[in-house]
Structures are given as C-alpha cells and as structure tokens.
C-alpha cells in the first residue's frame, strides 16, 4: 500500500523560505516520477513542480520557475520542494503524487500531467501573509 506524506507546511511572511518535504512508503521509491501540486482556495489544483525518477531532471511551473526547487533522495524514500521567495499568492494546500507506473528504462522522464499520477498525500497547508 503506497502513502506519501507531506510535512513542512507553517505561515511564513513574503519573502520567506520553506522547505517541503514528502516521504513515500509502499513500494520502490526510486522508480516512479514524483511531482508537488497545489490547490490555492477557491481555486482548481494546479501543477507546481516534478522531478525524474532520477532527480536528474526537472519541470517547474512559470509561476514558481526560479523561486523553487524540486529534488528527491531516493536513499530516503523522501521528495523535497525548497520555495524561496515565497509570495502572497502561494498560499494552497500542498501535495505530493507519485505516477501510477515506473519508469526504469527512462530516467529523465517527467510529467506535469496530474492524470499520470496515482498516488496522492494528503497536504501541507502553506500560507504566505504580512
């Protein structure tokens, strides 16, 4: 049974930092492509970040590109998001997935398609105020 679980989350002030990270269990950790989501409230859930099974690529979100960074220890089973800069409108619920299938022969491959993920945490809760 795979879970992920996030942790990292808090209310900071703009231009602060945070560091997420996300433990997965259940299976093995180093074959699956890995992405962070968001869902700010009122609105849908959005792409953030996703990372190679790897970690030697990496896609970002042009909201985010240059602010945050993406990377995985697969040793630890654990995903992070480093946000730097953090703004007001970064405010959401975090999430981590993982893709339903692994990747071996690929491991450069990553997906911003959220239908390609299967396994969903539950959330961190980020807040961005003065």
């Known amino acids: 049974q795979v879970q992920l679980v996030e942790s990292g989350g808090g209310l900071v002030r703009p231009g602060d930092s945070l560091r997420l990270s996300c433990i997965s269990s259940?299976?093995?950790?180093?074959?699956?492509?890995m992405g962070w989501f968001r869902r700010a409230p009122g609105k849908e859930r959005e792409f953030v970040a996703t990372i190679s099974r790897s970690g030697s690529s990496s896609g970002y979100s042009d909201s985010v590109k240059g602010r945050f960074a993406i990377s995985r220890d697969n040793a630890k089973n654990t995903m992070y998001l480093q946000m730097n800069n953090l703004k007001p409108e970064d405010t959401a619920d975090y999430y981590c997935?993982?893709?339903?299938?692994?990747?071996?022969?690929?491991?450069?491959?990553?997906?911003?398609?959220?239908?390609?993920?299967?396994?969903w945490g539950q959330g961190t809760q980020v807040t961005v105020s003065s």
């Open positions: 259940g299976r093995t950790f180093g074959a699956y492509v």
């Open positions: 997935a993982q893709t339903g299938q692994p990747y071996y022969s690929d491991s450069y491959y990553y997906t911003q398609d959220q239908s390609a993920y299967t396994y």
